[in-house]
């Protein structure tokens, strides 16, 4: 299965998608019938509350391995369809999983905080000149990080990245609200990820949320948690430091445009796609005994992909 899919999202107000010889069929008031090849999707977004589909769509993604979103009439992601047939060693992998000891799943959680707020201090460097310290934070992680470290990073970054009345809040709109949109998206392309490396979404190796199916997802998510980040201080500062409307159609695409973007995973470049599987792999192996280290982004984003945006939202 190629790991290098697209992201699309569907916006057009009363859209209808169907599916013919493979191809998915896309019909929007006003504008041309047009055809995607299903095989090439990775993450379908759907942000249209009049959509209509036919139940093929629902399979054939699924069977090719997509994941499909849909979002509330508040535009933030309400759901999501992963596929269950995902992995040939699938039932290997779930008992391993299941019995990683306690060390090796303090020792991921510390890989993943440490690369996250390094990350978070490369960001700061980027559009405030410094750090604020963070780096050397980031070599300080322990096991399983039983100083909070991610927390106290979390203190210093937010004041310094959106000023110092900015604070983080998963139910409010503006800045908040673009970086929800964000940290979604990509979460689902790393759900995804990681039901197709054969792991079990809802075990995660931190988070422990009985009413969160996908913990593992949210666990990997943190280190690349400041690319969102940097996406949107970039909007921020290209419309003047004020916060663009979740529901334009212009915002949803500059923060998918991050799907565009190359990134660094073990000094080397791969678009932001492959690098999310790179990295669920990665975790794969180090909670199922095979692989000690985990491959996680370094630096900011590189250059475009090749793809350019498919337009069709």
């Given at each position: ?49 009049r959509?209509?589909y ?66 978070q ?22 096991s ?62 931190f ?32 419309r ?5 409307r ?10 998918l ?13 791969n678009?932001?796609?492959?690098a ?27 250059s475009?992909?090749?793809?350019d ?5």
């Open positions: 299965m190629s790991t290098l899919r697209r992201t699309i999202e569907f916006s057009t107000p009363g859209t209808r998608l169907s599916v013919a010889h493979r191809q998915l069929v896309v019909e929007r008031p006003g504008h041309a019938k047009a055809t995607l090849p299903i095989e090439d999707l990775g993450v379908v977004i759907v942000d249209d509350v959509a209509t036919t139940q093929a769509v629902f399979l054939e993604l699924l069977a090719a391995g997509a994941t499909v979103m849909v979002t509330g009439r508040d535009h933030l992601p309400a759901g999501l369809m992963l596929p269950l047939d995902s992995h040939h060693v699938v039932t290997e992998r779930h008992w391993a999983q299941v019995n990683a000891t306690q060390p090796t799943r303090k020792r991921a959680w510390q890989s993943l905080v440490s690369t996250k707020i390094a990350q201090g490369i960001v700061l460097a980027h559009f405030v000149g410094a750090d604020g310290g963070l780096a050397a934070m980031a070599r300080r992680v322990r399983g990080d039983p100083d909070n470290l991610e927390a106290q990073a979390a203190q210093r970054y937010w004041p310094m990245l959106f000023g110092k009345g900015f604070r983080r809040d998963r139910d409010a709109d503006g800045v908040n609200g673009l970086l929800n949109y964000g940290y979604a998206v990509v979460r689902a392309a790393i759900a995804r990820a990681v039901v197709a490396t054969g792991l079990i979404p809802s075990l995660g190796v988070h422990k949320n009985r009413a969160n199916p996908f913990c593992l997802a949210d666990d990997l998510l943190e280190p690349y948690r400041p690319f969102v980040d940097w996406r949107v201080r970039l909007l921020l500062d290209e003047g430091g004020t916060a663009p979740l529901d334009e159609r212009e915002t949803k695409s500059a923060l445009s991050l799907f565009n973007e190359t990134v660094i995973v073990n000094a080397r470049r678009p932001l796609l492959v999310i599987h790179l990295s669920a792999a990665s975790l794969a192996r180090v909670l199922t005994g095979d692989g000690k280290a985990l491959a996680l982004p370094a630096g900011l984003p590189q475009p992909d090749l793809l945006p498919d337009g069709l939202g």
